[in-house]
């Protein structure tokens, strides 16, 4: 009996472990569930509290950034944040942009790269407090996604058995 007891109270802690870890708000699991792997971009622009903040966000170059992103990947979950990066048909790492928002305060960012510059769209002008999907897509498109394509001198590829 006490083996059992001992037994359902490690795995009551466990699951508490689990729920404890999850500080997502239901706003953001829905957000995730409803959008991470799909590539429903458009409705995900067409959200109430995304769109506006989107179309103000990127103002006269929304062309621009839709454009480079009219071949894209899948909607991804970087950092806490809703992702979706692509490229300008026929135009991979010249034309491209990317587009992260917050699932939990729908808070917006983008980025294009356009003839050679990247020009990222934030309420700020700070580099430091952009979210790492907007900085990791900067790193990658400045080194032409070499890390992407090919392995880097210093990566040593380690085979588990």
């Not at 466990?14 to 569930?33: E, F, K, P």
């Not at 692509?86 to 356009?114: I, K, W």
Request: hydrophobic content about 40%; charged content about 25%; overall charge positive.
């Amino acid at each position: 009996m006490k083996v059992f007891v001992l037994a359902v109270v490690g795995v009551l802690v466990i699951v508490g472990i689990g729920y404890a870890r999850d500080t997502r708000t239901s706003n953001q699991r829905l957000m995730i569930q409803k959008y991470v792997g799909t590539y429903d971009f458009e409705a995900l622009i067409r959200e109430p509290r995304i769109g506006p903040e989107f179309k103000s966000l990127l103002g006269k170059d929304l062309d621009r950034f839709n454009r480079n992103l009219d071949v894209r990947g899948p909607i991804d979950y970087v950092d806490g944040r809703l992702a979706v990066s692509g490229n300008a048909q026929h135009r991979a790492l010249e034309e491209t942009a990317v587009l992260c928002v917050d699932s939990e305060r729908f808070e917006v960012h983008a980025a294009v790269l356009s003839s050679g510059r990247i020009s990222v769209y934030a309420r700020s002008t700070l580099y430091e407090p952009l979210p790492l999907c907007i900085k990791d897509w900067i790193s990658v498109m400045n080194t032409g996604a070499k890390g992407r394509l090919t392995k880097a001198g210093n990566v040593d590829m380690v085979k588990v058995k």
